[in-house]
């Protein structure tokens, strides 16, 4: 190798070495709600309303809108082998519309689709939507759904448009209820309850400084999210002392779920400015935040979907940060599945993670 | 040259020309209803909106669908799930509906329809959810209807209840009811073809489109695909007027005011794999009936069920029989969107293609493509 060459290639290493450096020492916090509302312009909504009465008991089934009023381009990733979707199409990057108004997360199998209905409703009313001409709207609300039914309730107990239409006028920033709610209220998780769970990263050092990051999801896996001893797989990500204290040596048996009847569907939201094309590939790198915290992932019974919602409120080009956009997302993402099965309550029949581990939640 | 070699060679030249060599008639009500399997059922609002549901059975269980998607402002249910690597293998019924995003509502009740039949795909407990994919089109607020009113569930409902084998209305009904078509009345066609080797393929399309069907001198694109003289003697157009063609309003915000939607259907048992193919191929009808299409106003659908009555293994080689049916559905497409168009009834806003062209429908007898 000639003298040339070879400072050449270190030259590349120490370039490869840099970026390496940049990126793991990129400071990352959680934002200060911890939930994908601390992403500007976004607004959650669950259905059904939270019970002014601590006895009731949590809801069956439910829906979780994620709302942001100006319009997010929009992106997906839908790799699960079981999906009921709605407006899919319309959110690959040769097609129209770019931006959306709502992404509805719903229980309900493919009937729970009719919640869009409600959220459609709701928005219209609001004047918000694509605008079609004559001060007309046609509100662009992708939606994607899992399977719970007849689990704690007779099989047609399931959302319809009154829950998208009940979600979506809760919809607010400020703090997201986590746990047995919206979408996640029916979930369950590889034979523990699943359940509803956000998070959120803020990005403070470099290039990327100020890009915030909130994921948000409703967990209804066939895979788990722990291993025999109760430690999560993506137990590592912790960001600033979010989880309990991770390390059990107990050993519990858990109980098979149902491989064929499941689904984890979330939305990252994200206030960088991308494109659709960039949104669709955030979406896919987020889509292994899911991989990373739930084994396995995008099984057959799986009609795991992921959305983004990019709000475009820092107006940076963001063409270079897509890399690290799409890794905080996954990252984000996975997190976010640890507080859903955090925060979740056993339901009638299967167990929480708290109350399985009960030395892990004792924080 | 082997003599084995010419005899491969003289076998493909056969294939080839056998293929458009072979017998093709409209099945007995020139509709997608000749396909077995197959019913229609439309409901159609005032002012005009509607919806279309076609069925697909095959003893009581769905059958094996594909999509294509390829205009550029969909609206869509279930199309993931129709992907051929996803689990669930069957649809029961497609949803054709007016209404822009709104109408995707129709869907709902196309389920609820179908979960009181028992209807769908079982996952437990004699617990069924019906496998509807569904497309609509941009048709609200036209000739001064009001922008809210549109297809909802009841829609779907009522269209799947009316859902029946047989003849097929077309025209300004179901989810053709307020549609148009790059300058005239669209509407709601159906066509079919049997082939001599007993496969059938039906069509049903909803046509709303940006683009024309017809030259500019006034005639039919897809005019020479006609069989058996189903189109009642179109005369052919020679240096008429051209047609005053009304391009898409400049609207404030966008366009998003089109869409063509359709399914394809055959009596052989498809896969989901050879079903996509089968609708991929299928959508080349919607290019040659109609110019321009796919355009990023149209969100043009395409959805294609195959019946199971045929197993594909008796068709011989399956890559082939998978061509002569996909060939087969583009023609039958584009006759229908003909169809779709012949059958529309002028509107106080839009006037129908024999009503701009008397001369072209001059001969033609009423009602005779059917």
């Avoid at chain 1, 942001?68 to 997906?76: E, I, L, N, P, Q």
């Avoid at chain 1, 699960?80 to 770019?98: I, Q, S």
């Avoid at chain 1, 999210?225 to 109760?230: I, L, R």
């Avoid at chain 2, 017809?214 to 069989?227: Q, R, T, V, W």
Wanted: aromatic share 4%.
């Amino acid at each position: 190798m000639s003298r040339d060459r070879r400072s050449s290639t270190c030259a590349c290493a120490a370039a490869v070495f840099t970026l390496f450096i940049a990126s793991a020492s990129s400071a990352q916090t959680p934002g200060p709600l911890n939930a994908i509302t601390d992403v500007p312009g976004i607004e959650v909504g669950h259905f059904p309303l939270p019970s002014s009465d601590p006895t009731s008991p949590p809801p069956v089934t439910g829906t979780t809108v994620v709302v942001s009023r100006a319009g997010a381009v929009g992106g997906v990733s839908q790799r699960g082998g079981a999906p009921g979707t709605r407006e899919t199409d319309l959110l690959r990057p040769e097609n129209l519309v770019e931006k959306v108004n709502a992404v509805v997360l719903s229980g309900g199998s493919a009937y729970g689709l009719a919640a869009a209905d409600g959220v459609m409703r709701c928005l219209e009313a609001q004047g918000i939507g694509f605008p079609v001409g004559g001060g007309h709207v046609v509100p662009i609300v992708p939606s994607a759904i899992l399977f719970d039914p007849g689990r704690c309730a007779a099989f047609s107990v399931r959302p319809d448009a009154s829950f998208g239409m009940g979600a979506c006028e809760a919809a607010k920033g400020g703090p997201v209820q986590q746990g047995n709610v919206g979408a996640g209220a029916g979930a369950r998780s590889g034979g523990s309850k699943g359940g509803l769970g956000t998070a959120s990263t803020v990005l403070t050092t470099g290039a990327s400084n100020g890009i915030i990051v909130g994921a948000i999801v409703a967990v209804n896996s066939s895979g788990r999210t722990f291993d025999a001893q109760g430690n999560f797989f993506a137990g590592f990500l912790e960001l600033g002392n979010e989880f309990p204290l991770i390390g059990s040596s107990a050993t519990e048996v858990v109980p098979p779920s149902s491989l064929l009847q499941n689904t984890t569907i979330a939305v990252v939201a994200t206030n960088a400015r991308l494109t659709k094309a960039q949104a669709t590939k955030v979406a896919q790198m987020a889509d292994d935040g899911l991989a990373r915290a739930i084994k396995p992932s995008h099984g057959v019974g799986d009609g795991d979907t992921i959305f983004v919602m990019a709000t475009g409120t820092d107006t940076r080009d963001a063409t270079n940060l897509v890399n690290t956009i799409g890794s905080t997302a996954a990252d984000t993402l996975s997190r976010a599945v640890v507080h859903a099965i955090l925060a979740a309550v056993g339901d009638c029949r299967v167990k929480s993670y708290c109350e399985q581990f009960p030395q892990n939640c004792a924080k | 040259m082997k003599a084995s070699d010419v005899c491969a060679v003289a076998f493909v030249a056969l294939s080839v020309v056998a293929s458009p060599g072979w017998a093709q008639v409209p099945g007995p009500n020139n509709a997608i209803t000749d396909v077995p399997g197959i019913r229609v059922g439309h409901f159609t609002g005032n002012p005009l909106t509607g919806t279309t549901v076609v069925l697909a059975e095959r003893g009581g269980q769905g059958v094996a669908g594909g999509v294509s998607q390829r205009g550029g402002a969909p609206g869509t249910r279930e199309t993931d799930l129709l992907k051929p690597e996803n689990m669930v293998q069957i649809v029961n019924a497609i949803t054709l509906s007016g209404g822009s995003a709104y109408g995707l509502a129709a869907a709902s009740g196309v389920m609820q329809c179908l979960e009181g039949q028992g209807v769908g795909f079982p996952v437990g407990g004699g617990n069924v959810v019906p496998i509807v994919p569904t497309a609509i089109l941009f048709d609200p607020g036209r000739c001064g209807a009001p922008f809210t009113y549109r297809p909802n569930a009841s829609f779907g409902l009522a269209a799947c209840s009316a859902a029946r084998s047989g003849p097929v209305q077309e025209g300004n009904v179901g989810a053709g009811a307020g549609a148009v078509s790059g300058g005239v009345k669209g509407g709601l066609g159906t066509a079919s073809v049997v082939l001599d080797n007993g496969v059938i393929v039906g069509a049903i399309v909803a046509v709303n489109s940006v683009g024309s069907t017809f030259d500019g001198d006034g005639n039919l694109y897809a005019a020479s695909l006609e069989l058996a003289g189903e189109f009642g003697n179109l005369i052919p157009i020679q240096g008429g007027p051209p047609p005053k063609m009304s391009k898409p309003a400049a609207v404030p915000g966008g366009l998003l005011r089109n869409t063509t939607i359709a399914v394809v259907a055959t009596n052989v048992e498809l896969t989901k794999t050879q079903a996509t193919k089968i609708a991929q191929m299928a959508d080349d009808g919607l290019a040659r009936a109609i110019k321009p299409t796919h355009t990023p106003f149209d969100g043009d659908t395409v959805f294609a069920v195959g019946t199971g009555r045929i197993s594909m293994a008796s068709l011989g080689d399956p890559a082939f029989a998978e061509y002569v049916i996909g060939s087969a559905a583009a023609d039958v497409l584009s006759r229908a969107v003909v169809h779709a168009i012949l059958s529309a009834d002028s509107t106080p806003c839009e006037k129908s293609y024999c009503d701009l062209f008397p001369n072209a429908c001059r001969n033609r007898k009423k009602g005779a493509q059917k």
